[in-house]
């Protein structure tokens, strides 16, 4: 069964930081371009970031820039989304996807295969 699986989530204070990892079970991410997005409630799914299956540099939303980071490792078969200085505006499901397309790639339409999300609430 090919599935990816978030895990890192919870309940954080504002200004702190946390690490989502998302793992790949059944598919080896590093045949896939992977990607960040998080949905709050009553929002559209957003895009926060993204990594070529080739590596290189990370991509990312101008909401998240400057403090978040994307890395993988193919040999723990992983991706990861660190974020600190944390608002409370962060607060949303957090999703990672992978995708085989070309192009930009940041709209949820570019991604085949998803996890089931991570809960992040951050308080004031």
């Known amino acids: 069964q090919v599935q990816l699986i978030e895990s890192g989530g919870g309940l954080v204070q504002a200004g702190t930081s946390l690490k989502l990892t998302c793992r790949g079970s059944?598919?080896?991410?590093?045949?896939?371009?992977m990607g960040w997005f998080r949905q709050a409630p009553g929002k559209e799914r957003e895009f926060i970031g993204g990594m070529n299956r080739s590596g290189g540099r990370p991509v990312y939303a101008d909401s998240v820039k400057g403090r978040s980071t994307i890395s993988r490792s193919n040999t723990k078969n992983a991706v990861y989304l660190e974020m600190s200085s944390l608002k409370p505006e962060d607060t949303a499901v957090y999703y990672c996807?992978?995708?085989?397309?070309?192009?930009?790639?940041?709209?949820?339409?570019?991604?085949?295969?998803w996890g089931q999300g991570t809960q992040v609430t951050v308080s004031s």
């Open positions: 996807a992978a995708s085989t397309s070309a192009g930009p790639r940041n709209r949820p339409t570019d991604y085949t295969t």
């Open positions: 059944g598919l080896f991410l590093g045949n896939y371009h």
